[in-house]
Structure formats: structure tokens, C-alpha cells
């Protein structure tokens, strides 16, 4: 495919008909990261998704796309592997809440240490699903017997070093696609550093009810976007904290809560415009040097 | 006690007296003298104090091992006298032998002189050196001065073996390269005051006259390194691009190595926050067409066993260089042994598919890992390169023959038709292997999955299907090992050293003592008595050259640094063979040459053959 080429968001069709349940929010977010990755007229060849293990995870068998399919709880890892080797591919990691907030939790904090360039997009829907229902560690204190509080994605992305943090919910579908594009446009095409999107989604088996009200009616009654508010600047640290801070009452955030475009990512620090290691020839390596070390 | 050929030299001291730098200064300068030089360090987990010592010994013969007893000794504190009642150490003392000479500083040791009579009395020259006094005096004034009385030690040894002092001066210039120029001055300084005390008032001593060379040569032809550093040298040889790594003894060496010459060589170098970041970061970037290596120990290797099956999977080319140390769990991080050899082999559910090499020396290990990239890229699996700690950080001698080359083989697919939807990552084919494109290089897409899937890499639960894709694996495993078979002349998966009628078998670094106790034994016999069969490949076996080979072996012994017998444990899945005798260490220390020669003598006469 040339760059010049338009991507029709029919390339980005995959063969196999999703999984799914009938109703799951994940047919939402599929839709909206094809429809994000064509309306950035990026190719799927040039495109990976990275997935961990659960529902969600199979999405990049749904999507005509470069798809890695890994372990639980390690898709970021391997993802900034790809990237670190490649800064000329689109590297998104599709996992979930389980994946991200619990098994995989050291890679969500290192790898805005590292900032690589990568896209973060968690459905987070407070349950395990393929597993039958089990609290995530997002789920609310009380969700069946669960004794534990709520893990904060956000939070924990602005503590450690996140240059874009934002949630979005899966009832709005444009908005989502919106902040996909954001998202992908700070990792991908500015380079910028990994960026990160929380997903409020819906189990419509294990979790269709939050507090006793239906789990979208829930959130449509309350969801507000800090970057629709005319005092918010999503640069100013403070604030983001502040509104990431918020629990889920009568009010609940989301949007872009905090960007920041002070950095490059550490690949483009590290390779810059030079060939990408994964590319480069090594047909012919010279390491007499290193041995005339030794003697 | 047994002598052996050579000199053995051992600098004893605290963590921070500087005992690696002197041991390996003097390494280096015996190699540009001629000699064959082994070197091996025994330390403590810990950054100061404690008690290390390093081993020096040479030779003008080829030697691969350690010896029991000491010709000289530099002990830097008196903990390396007389020991601290085994808390650290009981003293070296009782290795000095008929003839040795012991050198410490009389003015700053309190060992009662009733010691060093008794030490006299043995017929062991002792040399009083005031190592503290020679740095005081010299125009070191900092705090940390104290250090460089191991170059005082380093000027009398260089005495008493009548080494040339620009040769020594030279290795401490390149030593110290990164440092200022007024380090290198110091040191120089302080090795020429301890020389020159030693020649005024010890000139007797001088117990060597002549040299393999006499003098430094352009034309060096003789290596000195440890394992890790080749096995870091042959990955940047064989391309490596990305190299990931947490630090975990004894596999740092390569991690501080590369980061030192990476850039030189344009080569990513990541230190990620856990083992399971590593492999799996690895497997992106193998994925997305770098080569890549990591390295770690024992219990690093654990936490990577679900990410190796998922390569094993998804089919993902990676090169493991596991290290081992002594003991399960945490065990003695910086001790010896050969006790990973299963754990690496099992590691997996099910059929984890996955190659494991087992280098005996750093000239294997060089070959090894360029060996292991070609058959990660080509097979499009885990590829483990497996040695212990002794390996990785004791210095031998060695050459490399000039016809030796590993040409570099990618086993990667260059063009393809894209007239799918999804290209067929996983397609079935006679020897198993699937082509490979690169990533995001072609316009095309394609699936890579920890699932079983079909040959597109879509998820199957199909039954046949199932069968298919576990026989493709296997299949790979059958192709790669008749491709060992057939070029056994580069994969090298036995090696066989004598010809005698007792066999000895072992793996890994036993190789060098092996091979020196057998040469030794076979000339005072006047006859080949032993053989030595080395395996260096656990994964594919082999089988059928090892049968083979024990066939015909009126007694076989198998010698191996770990409690169990894991080779033995293979050997006999393998191909059921019982051995007459087995010789097992797994104190955290490597077998010495007096050790072997000592057992293999016990075998002789066990068997009724009359020993010289």
C-alpha cells in the first residue's frame, strides 16, 4: 500500500466473525478503532494490534490487521518490544482490565516510565468474562461479595509519568473514536510517547447492572468530559489529578484528562531517522574489534 | 598433593581491595608472554568486605582448569592467611605446597609471627611486602587510595616471574583507559615501587628465566576471555540488534558488557523491571524482525517459562542465554553449578518446543550463539544456550581458527503474494516450517497467537486441526534435529576427545578440567585409557551419535556439578543407558583438576587397573 493510498475502513474488515456476546461493548470498540484507523488513513499492514487474554483480547482476530495475540498481562510488554525495534509501525495494545490493572500491572506503570509509543486501549468492564463473572480489580467494593476497593487506571497512568490519559465509555461512540484518534496521534504520527485510554465498557452477562440501575443508563446519567469544560487545560497536571481523582457518584469524568507533548518517546531518542533496528542488514558485522580486545 | 604443569597464582582479599582488576591485569599480561592462562574467581554476595580470591594459573601447554594447591600467594588482608574461623573463609595457608611463596604485608597484618614461622618451616619462601606503606608513600592522598595495594602486590609478583613491566604497564593503560590519566599514573607509580622493592630485597626469587615470548608482539594470536563476554560477542557478531536484560548474578557480565559496547555496534539495549518484561519485550522485538537475546539465571528463567511456551506457540524466534548458579531458589548467587539443565529442558506446558545448546568454553560459547540465532530465525523457536557460572567468568586461553564462519541465515521470507485477506502465518508444510515476512515490511497482514489456531493463526478448538498444528511443531524439532545430524561438522551435538576404553560424559564447563585430567591421566599411563564424550546439544538429542559412542565403553562415568545427575537423567530417557560410575559436585564450586584426576584414579583401581 502507498501512503498516498486511501485506507477505506472496508480494508480494515477482518475474516472471522467476533465471538462476542450479543449486546458486549466490544463490538462497539472494534467498530470504533477501525473507523479511527481509517479515518487516520493508516494502513493495516503498518498496523499491530497487541492483545493479552479475555473477550476483549480477541479483537484482533475480528480486524483485518496485524494482530499478536500473547499472555495474560503482557501485551504492553511485548508491545514496546515491537515498537522499540520498529518506530515506523502503529502499535496498540487491546487488552483488558484484568490484563492491564491486575497480572500485567508492572508493564502499565514501567511503560510510561519508558514512555514508548505506544496506544494503550483497556476495556475495562469490572469483570473477568471468559472466566464466568469474577471481580476485576476495577470492580466497585460490594460487586459480588467482592471485599476489595477499586483500583484508579488513572491515577496510577498520571503517577507514573503518562503523557495522555483519558477515559472514554463505550454508549458514546463517537467520542470514543475521537479519543482513539487523539490517542494514536500522539504514540503514532507525533511521537510523542505511550498513550493511554481507559474504556468503560458493559458485560452485558456478568456485569449489566451498576448499583442496581442498568449499566448504560448508569453512566449516561452521569458521564461529563473534563475537556468540554471551559475552565479545563489538559495540560495542567494538577487538575487532571484532581478529576482522575473523582470517584463514581453522581458525576463521573472523562475525556482527555491530561496530554502533554513536552516529550519524545524513547524510541524516537534511541533510533530516530536512523533504519529501524528490525530492519537494518546485518549480513556482515565486523566484531574484530572486540576481539583484538581480548588478546 | 598432586602438581600439575604451570603456576598458579591466587590474590586473596575484601570485596573492594581490588582483586579482579590485579588477577585479570596479570591474566592478560601472562597471554602477551606466551602462556595459556585459566582464571577463576570464587566471591561472595556481597559489594564490600567478605572474602574473594582469584585464581591465576598458566602454562606454556593449553590448560582448562584449576588447581588445589598454590605456588603464590597474595593475600591482601589476613582473612586470606589464616581465615575468620569459616564465616568467610578458612585462610589459604594449607594450599601453600613445598616451594610456594607467600606474599603479604607484614606491616599491616596482625597475624602472630608463630604463623608465618610455621609457614617457613614448610619450605615456602615468604615475601614481606609493605603494600600499605609503598601506596602511602606514594602521592595517592584520597581516601580510596588504599585500593592500589594490590598494584604493589601485582610489581612483586611481576618480580618473581620476571614479567616485562611495559607489558604490564601497557594491559593496566588499557585497563584503565576510561579513567584519568592520573589513575593510570598512580597505578603504574605503585606496581613499579612493589617491583622494585621485591628485585631490592628479595632478588633471589625471581623463579622463571625465560618466556614463551619475551616480548609484546603485534601479531597476538592467543585470546583471553570469559563466557559471557564471547557469548556476547558472538550474538553482536550474529547481528543482535535488541538485548534485554535485568541484572541477576552470573549473567550481569554480558548485560554490563554490551551496554558498553552498544553503541559502537547500534544495538538497543533495554533493562526492563522483571524477567517476565524481558522475554516477553524480546518476543515483540524478535517479532517485529530484530535479533534478540536476553540472558538471566536460574530464577529469572523461571519467570520466563510462560512467555518461552508462548513462543514455542506462536512460533516467535528467541535467544536465551541462561546462567546458572548454585542451589534452588535464590541458592548462592555467585557459586557454581549445573543444576538448571532440566528445568530449562522442561520448561513449558505441554510440548514446548525449544532448542538448548550447552557450550563447554568461551570459544563454544562464540560459535554457540551465532549458532543459536540462525536456528531461532530459521525454526522460528526458543533457543536456549545453557551454561553455569564457572563458564561465564573464568578467563581461558584460546585461539580462533581463521576457517571457521557462521554465516548468518534469517530463514526469513522476502517476497510474497498478497492475494489473501490474511496472510498464512502458520501454513503447513513438509519440514514443519512455515515462511516468515517480516512485519509491516510487505503489504500484508498476518496473525501471530499464543492460541492453537489453524494456518492463518485463527483461534481453533478443532480437534484435527489440534493434531495438525502439534505435528507441524514437531515436525520443525525433526527437521532441525537431521540437520544437526547432517552438519555435525558446525553444529558440533557430541564431541569426543581420546580413545580410550573408559568414558567419561559430562556437558558444559567440567569440559576443560575433563580434558585436562584425561590428558594427563592417558600420558602418565603411557596409553589412552580414557575417552571424553562432551554433548552439547539437550534439545534435539543426540540420540542415535550417543549410542553410538557408549556402545563400545567398557566402563562409562558421568560427571556432572549438581546433585541429581540431570544429563544422566536425560541420557537415560533417552536412550537407556546405565553408567558404571557417577561423580557429582554441588558444594557451589567447580571440580578441580585434583579432584578428577583423584576419582578417575579411585575408578582405575576400583576396576583392578594398576595406576601410576
Redesign the interface.
Known amino acids: ?1 502507498k501512503a498516498s493510498e486511501v485506507v477505506d475502513i472496508q480494508d480494515y474488515e477482518g ?2 466473525k467476533p465471538t462476542w456476546c450479543p449486546g458486549c461493548g466490544n463490538y462497539a470498540i472494534l467498530n470504533a478503532i477501525k473507523t479511527a484507523l481509517a479515518e487516520l488513513n493508516i ?4 498496523t ?1 494490534l ?1 492483545s493479552g ?1 479475555g473477550c476483549g483480547s ?1 479483537l ?2 475480528f480486524i ?8 495474560h ?2 501485551p504492553i ?10 518506530n ?2 502503529n502499535v496498540i495494545v487491546v487488552a483488558g482490565d484484568g490484563d492491564t490493572y491486575g497480572i500485567g500491572t ?2 502499565f ?2 511503560v510510561f516510565r ?1 514512555n514508548v509509543g505506544i496506544t494503550l486501549l483497556i476495556q475495562n468492564n469490572g469483570v473477568f468474562g471468559l472466566t464466568r463473572g469474577q471481580p476485576s480489580p476495577t470492580a466497585p467494593l460490594g460487586f459480588k461479595g467482592n471485599l476489595y476497593r477499586e483500583f484508579n487506571p488513572l491515577l496510577h497512568a498520571l503517577a507514573s509519568g503518562a503523557t495522555f490519559v483519558a477515559r472514554v465509555w463505550t454508549g458514546d461512540f463517537q467520542k470514543m473514536k475521537e479519543i482513539f484518534k487523539e490517542a494514536i496521534k500522539h504514540s503514532y504520527i507525533e511521537k510523542r510517547g505511550t498513550s493511554f485510554v481507559d474504556i468503560i465498557q458493559l458485560c452485558i452477562t456478568y456485569y449489566p447492572e451498576r448499583n442496581h440501575e442498568f449499566f448504560t443508563k448508569y453512566f449516561k446519567d452521569r458521564v461529563f468530559y473534563v475537556d468540554e469544560l471551559s475552565d479545563y487545560d489538559i495540560t495542567n497536571y494538577k487538575l487532571a489529578i484532581e478529576y482522575a481523582s473523582m470517584e463514581f457518584n453522581d458525576k463521573i469524568p472523562m475525556g482527555i484528562f491530561y496530554h502533554s507533548d513536552k516529550l519524545y518517546s524513547l524510541e524516537e531518542m ?2 530516530g531517522k ?1 533504519v529501524p ?4 542488514d ?2 556482515n ?1 565486523d ?1 574484530s ?3 583484538m ?3 | 598433593m598432586e602438581k600439575f604443569q604451570g603456576f598458579t597464582w591466587v590474590v586473596g582479599g575484601e570485596a573492594g581491595f581490588g582483586i579482579n582488576v590485579s588477577a585479570e591485569i596479570l591474566s592478560k599480561s601472562l597471554v602477551r608472554h606466551g602462556y595459556y592462562v585459566f582464571s577463576n574467581i570464587e566471591y561472595e554476595s556481597l559489594i564490600r568486605g567478605g572474602h574473594s580470591y582469584y585464581r591465576v594459573r598458566f602454562s606454556d601447554q593449553p590448560i582448562n582448569s584449576h588447581v588445589d594447591y598454590i605456588d603464590i600467594l597474595l593475600a591482601l588482608d589476613d582473612k586470606t592467611l589464616i581465615g575468620d574461623g569459616g564465616e568467610h573463609t578458612y585462610g589459604h595457608l594449607n594450599e601453600l605446597i613445598d616451594g610456594s611463596i607467600l606474599i603479604y604485608d607484614e606491616e599491616y597484618s596482625k597475624v602472630s609471627y608463630n604463623v608465618i614461622e610455621e609457614v617457613s618451616g614448610r619450605n615456602i619462601e615468604v615475601l614481606s611486602l609493605p603494600m600499605t606503606r609503598i601506596v602511602k608513600e606514594s602521592t595517592a592522598k584520597d581516601q580510596g587510595r588504599m585500593v592500589m595495594r594490590n598494584m604493589a602486590g601485582l610489581g612483586a609478583t611481576a618480580w618473581i616471574l620476571n614479567l616485562d613491566l611495559e607489558i604490564v604497564k601497557n594491559v593496566i593503560r588499557e585497563r584503565f583507559g576510561g579513567k584519568k590519566a592520573d589513575v593510570i599514573r598512580r597505578n603504574i607509580d605503585i606496581l613499579v615501587k612493589g617491583y622494585n622493592y621485591a628485585s631490592k630485597h628479595y632478588k633471589s626469587l625471581k623463579i622463571i628465566s625465560n618466556h614463551p615470548r619475551n616480548r609484546d608482539s603485534s601479531s597476538r594470536d592467543k585470546y583471553l576471555a570469559n563466557g559471557n563476554t564471547m557469548a556476547v560477542i558472538g550474538s553482536v557478531k550474529a547481528g543482535v540488534k535488541f538485548w534485554c536484560q535485568y541484572p541477576m548474578a552470573p549473567a550481569t557480565g554480558m548485560l554490563t558488557y554490551i551496554e558498553r559496547i552498544k553503541d559502537e555496534h547500534d544495538i538497543i539495549v533495554i533493562q526492563p523491571e522483571s524477567e517476565l518484561a524481558v522475554i516477553n519485550m524480546a518476543l515483540g522485538a524478535s517479532y517485529a524482525g530484530a535479533r534478540t537475546g536476553i540472558a538471566t539465571s536460574g530464577g529469572g528463567f523461571a519467570l520466563m517459562t510462560e512467555a518461552i511456551s508462548f513462543a514455542s506457540m506462536a512460533e516467535i524466534p528467541i535467544v536465551i542465554f541462561e546462567v546458572s548458579r548454585s542451589g534452588p531458589s535464590t541458592g548462592m548467587p555467585t557459586r557454581t553449578e549445573q543444576g538448571d539443565l532440566l528445568q530449562i529442558l522442561y520448561a513449558g506446558q505441554s510440548n514446548s518446543i525449544k532448542a538448548i545448546i550447552l557450550p563447554g568454553d568461551p570459544l563454544e560459547l562464540y560459535y554457540d550463539a551465532q549458532i543459536a540465532y540462525n536456528i531461532a530465525d530459521k525454526y522460528q523457536i526458543p533457543v536456549i544456550v545453557h551454561y553455569d557460572k564457572h563458564l561465564a567468568e573464568s578467563y581461558y586461553t584460546f585461539t580462533i581458527p581463521e576457517n571457521l564462519n557462521i554465516p548468518i541465515d534469517r530463514g526469513l521470507t522476502q517476497s510474497l503474494p498478497s492475494k489473501e485477506p490474511l496472510y498464512k502465518r502458520y501454513a503447513i508444510t513438509e519440514n514443519g516450517i512455515s515462511p516468515r515476512p517480516i512485519v509491516g515490511k510487505y503489504d500484508l497482514v498476518y496473525l501471530t497467537t499464543s492460541l492453537e489456531h489453524d494456518e492463518y493463526g485463527l483461534f481453533t478448538e478443532d480437534s484435527k486441526m489440534r493434531v495438525m498444528m502439534e505435528n507441524k511443531r514437531i515436525q520443525k524439532m525433526n527437521t532441525l534435529k537431521n540437520e544437526i545430524s547432517r552438519n555435525s561438522h558446525i553444529y558440533h551435538p557430541i564431541k569426543t576427545f581420546g580413545k580410550g576404553e573408559f568414558t567419561i560424559v559430562s556437558w558444559g564447563s567440567t569440559k576443560g578440567v575433563i580434558i585436562d585430567a584425561v590428558k594427563y591421566l592417558n600420558q602418565k599411563l603411557g596409553r589412552e585409557v580414557f575417552k571424553f564424550i562432551q554433548v552439547r546439544w539437550a534439545s534435539p538429542f543426540p540420540d542415535k551419535e550417543l549410542r553410538e559412542l557408549l556402545r563400545d565403553a567398557a566402563c562409562s562415568i558421568i560427571l556432572e556439578a549438581n546433585s541429581s545427575g540431570q544429563m544422566e537423567a536425560l541420557i537415560r530417557k533417552e536412550i537407556c543407558v546405565e553408567f558404571n560410575y557417577r561423580f557429582r559436585k554441588y558444594d557451589g564450586r567447580p571440580f578441580s583438576l585434583n579432584e578428577v584426576v583423584n576419582y578417575l584414579r579411585e575408578v582405575l583401581k576400583h576396576e583392578g587397573i594398576g595406576s601410576s
Open positions: 500500500m475474516v472471522r494502513p493495516p499492514s503498518r499491530v497487541v487474554i480477541r484482533p482476530y483485518r490487521a496485524n494482530g499478536v495475540h500473547s499472555l498481562g503482557r510488554a511485548v508491545a514496546m518490544g515491537i515498537k522499540l525495534v520498529r515506523d509501525l508492572s508493564h506503570i514501567h519508558l534511541i533510533i536512523k533496528p528490525g530492519l537494518q546485518i549480513s558485522i566484531v574489534r572486540l576481539l580486545s581480548l588478546t
